[in-house]
């Protein structure tokens, strides 16, 4: 399934939430959210610009096949995301059946998330280590995006269509050096263990 969803960088939290208040949007909930991207050995899912993610939400468990789609050589926009996901029961027995069936940990990520819906429309501000927060707009067309964009005072025309990854690259970090990026601790990768 098609993910329609896009990242506005360089937002002002405060302007974005405000006018979210002022729009209606009704403030659901904050949480840090703490996930594990799987591949097998060799990264072969990753050459393919796709991954398994196990991600603790706070109050729910999820595990997705995630997959980007048009991936640009110049670091442009993608096609788009497509995502499979469903709800997992205990994190840490998912964890362990990922890893019986021969996938390996490609990292551990966390970030601190501030969501709003209105009409269908989920507003997450995303807070990662060591970038600046932005906002993701997930719906379920390209047109309802860009009109959300619109009334928030954003351009659609400078939405982002790819993962945080592309995002860290931006910002001169290869998340792939690294086998733990969290809040408190980045670890990075033993170059001889891939």
Do not use: C
């Not at 009109?147 to 269509?161: D, Y």
Request: glycine share 6%; proline share 4%.
């Amino acid at each position: 399934m098609e993910e329609i969803e896009a990242k506005f960088l360089g937002i002002d939290t405060e302007t974005i939430e405000k006018r979210l208040q002022e729009l209606g949007a009704i403030f659901e909930k904050e949480r840090l959210m703490y996930a594990i991207s799987f591949d097998f050995p060799g990264f072969p899912l990753d050459a393919n610009s796709a991954w398994v993610r196990l991600r603790n939400e706070g109050d729910v468990i999820k595990i997705a096949f995630k997959q980007r789609l048009g991936v640009k050589a110049d670091g442009g926009n993608d096609d788009g995301m497509r995502e499979i996901e469903t709800e997992a029961g205990h994190f840490e027995d998912m964890r362990q059946i990922l890893l019986a069936i021969g996938m390996v940990e490609k990292f551990v990520m966390e970030k601190k998330r501030r969501s709003w819906v209105k009409d269908g429309i989920r507003y997450d501000i995303d807070f990662w280590p060591r970038l600046d927060p932005y906002l993701e707009i997930e719906t379920d067309s390209w047109d309802r995006l860009e009109e959300a964009a619109r009334e928030l005072g954003l351009k659609p025309e400078e939405k982002k269509i790819f993962s945080a990854s592309q995002i860290y690259k931006m910002a001169g970090i290869n998340d792939t050096d690294y086998v733990q990026m969290t809040f408190a601790e980045w670890v990075p990768r033993d170059p001889s263990a891939s």
